[in-house]
């Protein structure tokens, strides 16, 4: 089992940055993906980047080149850097862990994910 907590969210101004935390408590956690996704009023939830536990990443397409993420397992901590932050970046952002432990590939489909945080609100001022 796994509990995540997100911390970090804030308001900010487009153009700028934000870093959010997520800390997993639980003894499997370097050996799991862990994601990002977004969910903003009216819409879907959606995915954001994701770190597998081999060291690969995968990226939406409209946050490539502007987000990035990180973890730290001797912290069990995965980390979302966001940069040139948009007022369409506004969102409850939500850390996620892969459901299973040594996926082959990065999961970037919510379904793929098994623990969830309570999410995190970023705004976006313009």
């Known amino acids: 089992q796994l509990q995540l907590v997100e911390s970090g969210g804030g308001l900010v101004q487009a153009g700028g940055s934000l870093r959010l935390s997520c800390a997993a408590s639980?003894?499997?956690?370097?050996?799991?993906?862990m994601g990002w996704f977004r969910q903003a009023p009216g819409k879907e939830r959606e995915f954001v980047a994701a770190f597998s536990w081999k060291g690969a990443t995968s990226y939406a397409d409209s946050v490539k080149g502007r987000f990035t993420i990180s973890r730290e397992n001797a912290k069990n901590t995965v980390y979302l850097q966001m940069n040139s932050l948009k007022p369409e970046d506004t969102a409850v952002y939500y850390c996620?862990?892969?459901?299973?432990?040594?996926?082959?590939?990065?999961?970037?489909?919510?379904?793929?994910?098994?623990?969830w945080g309570q999410g995190t609100q970023v705004t976006v001022s313009s």
């Open positions: 996620a862990a892969d459901k299973s432990v040594h996926s082959i590939s990065v999961p970037v489909s919510a379904p793929d994910y098994g623990y």
């Open positions: 639980g003894r499997t956690f370097s050996s799991r993906a």
